[in-house]
């Protein structure tokens, strides 16, 4: 019956989406770690620091090194709407298109979304990159000392912080792994009650048969690091 269908579709693409989202919130907090511990000094917030060629040239260094974070942010937030039309695509599948037609609509509405990324994914991130200046860079230049941005190029730019960022993949990887197989057990039942119960208020569990349940949350592959330029 495709109702069930229906459910399982929708489901396993939120589940996607909120492993993207998870992604995307990991490459922001690892974008700001490097200005979280120069921060933990007091610092005169409401007194704007003065500017100079020299900082100008330290935030541009910080910038660079911080590039593939800014690139990775712009990604998420040009993926995120294609996210959430593919999860209503894969909602209203069933019920819009035959069935012998399903697997072919499927398809182009993949290869739509991959055109939009392809054509639409570089554009924002050069934007992003162009606007960074003008706004990261900005802020640092407002609120750091001269002294303060030499201490955080010295941080971004050592060999080690270069290493714990190479990590940050197999980090997050290991953690979520982990999370997944003590907690799949208990996620499960709770998911497959949940789409149960949805499934009669939308009136589409077939009569004496239970919706598929859906596949418990995996751990995302590992994602390409964006080229550094």
Do not use: H
């Amino acid at each position: 019956m495709a109702a069930p269908l229906r459910l399982q579709s929708a489901t396993t693409a939120a589940l996607k989406y909120r492993m993207l989202n998870k992604t995307i919130l990991a490459l922001t907090l690892a974008f700001a770690l490097p200005f979280a511990s120069a921060q933990t000094q007091p610092q005169p917030q409401t007194q704007s620091q003065p500017s100079s060629p020299a900082k100008k040239e330290l935030v541009a260094r910080i910038l660079k090194v911080q590039q593939p974070g800014i690139e990775a942010m712009a990604r998420g937030l040009a993926e995120q709407p294609a996210m959430e039309l593919m999860r209503n695509a894969s909602n209203a599948l069933p019920s819009r298109v035959a069935k012998d037609k399903q697997e072919a609509v499927a398809k182009d509405i993949q290869g739509d979304v991959q055109k939009y990324l392809a054509d639409t994914v570089p554009v924002v991130q050069a934007r992003a990159v162009k606007l960074a200046p003008a706004t990261i860079g900005a802020l640092l230049e407002e609120r750091f000392t001269e002294d303060e941005l030499k201490q955080v190029v010295a941080m971004v730019e050592a060999p080690v912080y270069s290493k714990f960022q190479r990590m940050g993949d197999d980090m997050q990887r290991a953690l979520i792994e982990k999370l997944i197989a003590e907690m799949r057990s208990t996620v499960e039942p709770k998911i497959r009650a949940l789409e149960e119960t949805v499934g009669k208020r939308l009136g589409v569990t077939a009569s004496g048969a239970a919706p598929t349940a859906p596949t418990a949350p995996r751990a995302p592959a590992k994602p390409a690091k964006p080229a550094s330029k």
